[in-house]
């Protein structure tokens, strides 16, 4: 963005750094667009006109609890803003009707007591501090008062403090709409009980965040005429399923895996599990276990918070016996078998882990050891049976225990939202959506394109409901409202998500192709938009791609695209676990339509498709 005004000898500024990103100075020279500067750091500048900005002089050192009244809203002026205030223990900030938290890093419980939910019920917004009870409290007068529903949007980079931030948003509406319940659970408890059950299964340590979500949720809690919850519904998008057989020093894979390895004797030994050293979908890091988290008393908590969720004793047996079982599933390790190509289990460890997995699933050893190493094709009405290598054979594993963990994952959050039950009457409705904010890092993969593609859609929704309104408003009003920017970005989600030619698109177009292979889908890319701007090919790349995403550009390592983009359960591993003697295993694996159709060809289904964001958003909420 360029900077706005003229300067002269004598200005205020900040200019960038490439320390500490700004610094204030005053103009000493100015030689056309070039502008020396004499920072209060001590240090002499000579920078670019595009690179400076004007520096409010008259800002209080304490800064303002609402940005808008800044003379400048430009980056330096909001950053020394947050900085100022976070100095003084002020972790939020309002830009309007938007909610800054910039995350702490240590318990305030002073600031979420009930003493502070009562001093902010019925307060005027902005009568206060800034405040997410605030946020929440708006949300719930604009629905009772007019009848519209409404819906809060947090958003954020991985640890900025979103899901604690939704959950002091669940809190305050449970205690504005919350029940007297005579007997049983009321559905606002349930609402925040669900909480705990969903982390265990669907939270993991990243590099980021020790509790970082996998996953995307929007909950919408349903009002009655009253004002009271009288039921709500959770919602989940794009759980990261690599994880459950791949991760890197140092992060962990899903904190229940640890607290099963954690769990009493009586129940490792139910579950035949011993040290979580011991299994291959844990080893890969060596962070096994996490400061601050004693996964033992988080085995039982969580146990306790699936009782108030309403999960019988046996369905929580069920879904420790999966969890159990693909962590035995992962330390079956394949060879050569006798046949050309084809593959056994390598040794007695390995036979034990397969013997110990299909009991655990309550399937046949045998079935689960031919769903790993054989595929059946068919063709022309014809089945043949192929052998696949070792290789083939432990992709095949991995792939088992993707879609066992995430139909688990789904079934949770089925469960949840049946006990806490829907309120199909009810006209008023506050949705709260935390999802996962925009990603780069070293190796980007299919995950960070979903993440990314989430983000431009609601940066969109930004710029729509934001900017554009706002200068509805401007216009409306005759106010000069130029100086406001902000980039389009219905061209890069045209890229992505086009139908047909977009990325999307092309992927699954690509993933349908037989012995198709992300070169090919990589070259599909750069063939189509090799004049496409927002698009570019890294140099001396066979498969990378680059994104100029609004927020900047993201490289994309395409290697796992395909695999990760496919959405369906294999024949043999659906038929495997469908034929499973328990109930519960069995249920995650319906028949499908094909199968009933006696069709030996799976459904193509992909992620990429149906990974859409559909929510409407009044009022936004960012983290940082
Ligand atoms: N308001 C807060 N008060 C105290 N600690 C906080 C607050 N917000 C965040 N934290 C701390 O930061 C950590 C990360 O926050 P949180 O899990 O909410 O981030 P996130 O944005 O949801 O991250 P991810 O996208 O990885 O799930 C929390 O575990 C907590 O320790």
Redesign the pocket.
């Known amino acids: 963005m360029a900077s706005m005004g003229r300067f002269t000898v004598g200005s205020h500024v900040w200019v960038e750094d490439a320390d500490v990103a700004w610094i204030d100075g005053l103009v000493e020279e100015v030689h056309g667009d070039e502008l020396i500067i004499n920072c209060t750091s001590g240090k002499k500048v000579t920078a670019n006109v595009s690179s400076v900005y004007p520096k409010d002089v008259e800002v209080k050192r304490s800064g303002v609890e609402d940005m808008t009244r800044l003379a400048y809203l430009h980056e330096p002026g909001v950053l020394r803003n947050l900085k100022s205030r976070y100095g003084m223990n002020e972790?939020y900030t309002y830009t309007g009707n938007i909610l800054i938290?910039v995350?702490?890093?240590?318990?305030?419980p002073h600031?979420y007591n009930d003493h502070m939910m009562e001093m902010y019920k019925g307060a005027e917004f902005g009568e206060l501090s800034p405040h997410p009870f605030a946020m929440a409290d708006r949300a719930y007068r604009l629905m009772m008062n007019y009848g519209i529903s409404q819906a809060i949007l947090v958003s954020?980079?991985?640890?900025?403090?979103?899901?604690?931030?939704?959950k002091?948003l669940m809190q305050y509406l449970a205690f504005m709409g919350g029940k007297v319940e005579s007997g049983g659970r009321s559905v606002q408890q349930q609402v925040l009980e669900s909480n705990p059950v969903l982390e265990a299964f669907g939270?993991a340590k990243?590099v980021?965040?020790?509790?970082?979500?996998?996953f995307g949720k929007f909950v919408e809690l349903q009002f009655d005429q009253n004002g009271k919850i009288s039921g709500a519904a959770i919602r989940t998008y794009l759980l990261e399923r690599s994880r459950v057989c791949q991760i890197s020093d140092p992060e962990r894979n899903y904190h229940c895996f640890y607290m099963l390895c954690a769990a009493p004797p009586e129940d490792r030994e139910r579950y035949k599990l011993g040290d979580a050293s011991l299994f291959h979908y844990l080893n890969q890091s060596n962070c096994i276990k996490l400061d601050g988290m004693d996964d033992s008393s988080e085995y039982i908590a969580t146990r306790r918070a699936m009782d108030i969720v309403g999960i019988s004793s046996d369905e929580q047996d069920a879904i420790f016996r999966v969890v159990a079982a693909i962590l035995h599933l992962g330390n079956v390790e394949f060879s050569e078998g006798s046949e050309a190509d084809s593959s056994v289990p390598k040794d007695d460890k390995s036979q034990f882990h397969l013997r110990t997995a299909a009991e655990l699933f309550m399937c046949d050893e045998k079935s689960l050891e031919e769903s790993l190493c054989k595929r059946v094709m068919v063709t022309r009405g014809e089945s043949i049976v192929r052998n696949l290598d070792s290789r083939a054979a432990a992709l095949s594993r991995d792939a088992l225990a993707r879609i066992v963990y995430s139909r688990l994952f789904d079934w949770l959050v089925n469960k949840i939202n049946t006990t806490i039950g829907q309120d199909p009457t009810s006209k008023l409705l506050i949705g709260v959506l935390?999802i996962?904010?925009f990603e780069s890092f070293k190796t980007n993969s299919f995950e960070q394109f979903c993440i990314n593609l989430t983000n431009e859609k609601l940066q969109q929704h930004f710029n729509q409901h934001v900017f554009k309104m706002e200068q509805e408003e401007y216009t409306k009003e005759e106010i000069d409202w130029s100086y406001i920017q902000f980039v389009d970005n219905q061209d890069i989600l045209d890229l992505i998500e086009k139908k047909p030619g977009g990325i999307i698109a092309l992927l699954d177009e690509t993933c349908m192709l037989r012995n198709s292979n992300h070169e090919i889908f990589a070259e599909k890319l750069y063939q189509k938009f090799k004049d496409n701007p927002h698009f570019s090919r890294p140099k001396f790349s066979r498969s990378d791609f680059t994104i100029h995403h609004y927020a900047g550009n993201v490289t994309y390592q395409t290697d796992l695209f395909l695999d990760k983009n496919i959405d369906y359960a294999v024949n043999e591993h659906q038929d495997l676990l469908h034929a499973s003697t328990c109930p519960f295993v069995s249920s995650l694996f319906p028949p499908s339509e094909e199968s009933t159709k006696s069709s030996k060809s799976t459904k193509f289904t992909s992620i990429g498709s149906s990974f859409k964001v559909k929510n409407h958003c009044s009022f936004y909420f960012r983290?940082y």
């Open positions: 972790i938290a995350n702490p890093f240590q318990r305030l600031l954020g980079e991985s640890g900025a403090g979103k899901t604690e931030s939704t002091m939270n990243t980021r965040n020790n509790n970082s979500s996998r935390d996962y904010g983290l």
